[in-house]
């Protein structure tokens, strides 16, 4: 089983840019791909971006299209989350998440880092 630690969040102000890290340590051989959600308080989770290993594909929410570029490093261990134009509506707890071959879909979770965009 891998671990993934995002870190990054912060208080910023709106128009600001902020970049998240998600570093994945141990079993991540089983990782095919690799994401970021965020929920918002009182709101359901909501896919925010994703990017799949061995390739540049990636995809993204409709609310932060255009703003937000996910990318990962050489070593193939860290994936990024840069958010660009921030506004109060981005505010929430970002999770860090990974998908595996085992189990296809978004298994493994980190436990979350906080982004507050005030007005």
């Known amino acids: 089983q891998g671990q993934l630690l995002e870190s990054g969040g912060g208080l910023v102000q709106t128009g600001d840019s902020l970049r998240l890290s998600c570093a994945a340590s141990?079993?991540?051989?089983?990782?095919?791909?690799m994401g970021w959600f965020r929920q918002a308080q009182g709101k359901e989770r909501e896919f925010v971006a994703g990017?799949?290993?061995?390739?540049?594909?990636?995809r993204y929410g409709d609310s932060v299209q255009g703003r937000f570029s996910i990318s990962r490093n050489a070593a193939g261990n860290t994936v990024y989350l840069q958010m660009n134009n921030l506004n109060p509506e981005d505010t929430a707890v970002y999770y860090c998440?990974?998908?595996?071959?085992?189990?296809?879909?978004?298994?493994?979770w980190g436990q979350g880092t906080q982004v507050t965009v005030s007005s």
């Open positions: 990017i799949v290993w061995g390739g540049s594909t990636a």
């Open positions: 141990g079993r991540t051989a089983s990782f095919y791909a």
């Open positions: 998440a990974a998908k595996t071959v085992k189990s296809g879909d978004w298994s493994e």
